[in-house]
């Protein structure tokens, strides 16, 4: 069974995601744009600034304050310093179940007159991902404001406080219904490399995985195979657990949104910026034991949705100003290392607000300053790219038979006599060259849209894995030697990216 080359989508949605956070735009936090907020205003949600603005200027002031908000959140120039100089290929796009319209605000908060705002909300955000597909960029829809509340903080569209979803039939039935709604929409379009479930859900939270369950089985009925993202709910070893079955059960790969924040616990305010630069190498390790395995212990496989520079005062204070900036800068390099090494890709929180560049909190300001870099294959020229890809192309056949008889010897020392179906190693390898060769030359070959310099590389290799497996029946369904050809796959992959040394 020959499995189809890789598509756009592919590319998109299993290369590493380099990105960052939009930021306050289609779920408003007061601390970040302020100026959506009249003078006046109590309470710091998207309704609290929807509600006084509807009893100030009316319905038709208010919806096209908002509509300006979305249309302008990026511009053409925001585009080419996300291209050129960011090199970031994905955004992560908090949205809330109002953004989708009024009908799935009834029986809501947003009930009424503020449904009315939102009527052009979800074209807005479709016309967003497709100016963000025009440039390269992927874009993870996060439901970031579920009906409820997955916690009790102000970005989940209210001042509630509640963490109302959890235990709430209704609540949860629709954010059930957002989700089908939003997948069956991005069977339509290019550039969506996921949608995720919830934000932060509380930990422990009663019911989550029954609802994770009862919401991918819905998804996975009108799009099987759009990726879905879950919230660990600040608890990544039972979520982790929790996806290698469902990796096995459907077809959608399932990957765990995590949020690794430094400046909020006692913990962390307790500490050095030295101590804290030093816990940054062990992060992830949940993983450990855990990945690499599709065969026999499903897909296991974390994005890094939020993260950010920011360290307490108290923090800072254990140290001397002058020192701060190069520390910083340190910070954010020890993370996007971390995060590229470990992780399918990671998110900065965030890129947009009133007060840019942003600071700490700003993925402007710490690209400019150097913190937050991409991977390597992001800054390689395009030349380059050609001349390592034709360079790569002379050494393929001895890689591959050095890694075929390497990995034929060692069975044959170890379990002497013993059946294997080596020939399934040396399709799997073939396969896992041919797909780096693909992510690494779309760009080049003009496969992607807005071509530009850099090569793209799988990452989260699990997930991709679990899907070409599938593809080229080497499941254990199929055979009780895929255990050969995923070892193969991964040795060709990892063999390509030794040859062009990325």
């Not at 080359?5 to 592919?10: C, F, K, S």
């Not at 290698?244 to 959608?252: E, H």
């Not at 593809?471 to 796959?489: I, L, S, V």
Request: proline share 4%; charged share 20%.
């Amino acid at each position: 069974m020959s499995p189809p080359a890789p598509t756009v989508n592919d590319i998109f949605r299993y290369r590493y995601q380099h990105g960052t956070n939009l930021g306050s735009i289609y779920v408003l936090e007061r601390w970040l744009t302020g100026s959506m907020y009249i003078n006046g205003v109590t309470g710091d949600s998207e309704l609290d600034a929807v509600k006084a603005s509807l009893a100030a200027t009316g319905l038709d002031a208010t919806r096209s304050k908002w509509e300006n908000h979305w249309a302008t959140a990026l511009t053409d120039n925001d585009f080419v310093w996300l291209v050129n100089n960011a090199r970031c290929n994905m955004i992560r796009l908090p949205i809330g179940y109002f953004t989708l319209g009024p009908s799935f605000c009834e029986n809501t908060p947003f009930s009424g007159a503020p449904a009315q705002v939102y009527i052009n909300a979800w074209s807005a955000v479709k016309n967003l991902v497709r100016r963000c597909f025009d440039h390269g960029i992927g874009v993870l829809i996060d439901l970031h404001a579920v009906p409820g509340g997955a916690n009790g903080e102000i970005h989940n569209g209210t001042s509630s406080g509640q963490a109302g979803l959890w235990g709430n039939a209704a609540n949860l039935e629709l954010g059930q219904r957002c989700h089908v709604f939003m997948a069956r929409e991005i069977a339509g379009m290019n550039g969506v490399i996921g949608l995720q479930l919830c934000n932060e859900a509380i930990f422990a939270a009663p019911g989550m995985y029954n609802w994770y369950d009862s919401v991918i089985g819905a998804i996975n009925q009108v799009n099987n195979t759009l990726p879905i993202y879950i919230s660990d709910g600040w608890d990544l070893s039972p979520a982790i657990s929790y996806i290698q079955r469902k990796n096995i059960a459907v077809s959608n790969p399932i990957v765990i949104d995590t949020h690794k924040y430094y400046t909020f616990s006692d913990f962390d305010k307790s500490q050095s910026p030295q101590q804290i630069l030093g816990r940054i190498p062990s992060e992830l390790s949940e993983l450990n034991g855990k990945d690499g395995n599709v065969f026999d212990n499903g897909a296991a496989t974390v994005l890094v949705g939020e993260y950010s520079c920011v360290l307490d005062g108290q923090t800072w204070a254990k140290v001397s100003p002058g020192d701060r900036p190069q520390l910083t800068k340190a910070f954010g390099q020890a993370q996007s290392r971390k995060w590229q090494e470990r992780a399918n890709g990671s998110s900065f929180w965030t890129l947009k607000m009133d007060w840019m560049d942003g600071g700490d909190w700003g993925f402007k300001q710490q690209v400019n300053d150097g913190a937050i870099v991409p991977p390597l294959c992001l800054l390689i020229s395009a030349q380059d790219v050609r001349f390592k890809l034709s360079s790569a192309d002379t050494r393929r056949g001895s890689l591959h038979d050095a890694a075929l008889a390497a990995h034929t010897d060692f069975w044959n020392r170890t379990a002497p006599g013993q059946h294997f179906e080596h020939e399934r190693y040396s399709q799997g390898w073939d396969l896992g060259w041919s797909d780096a060769v693909a992510f690494f030359s779309a760009k080049v070959h003009g496969m992607l849209p807005c071509g530009r310099d850099g090569g793209d590389k799988l990452a989260g290799l699990d997930i991709w894995v679990k899907k070409r497996m599938g593809e080229a029946g080497q499941g254990k369904a199929q055979t009780g030697y895929g255990w050969e050809w995923e070892q193969g796959f991964r040795k060709g992959v990892a063999d390509f990216y030794g040859a062009v040394q990325v």
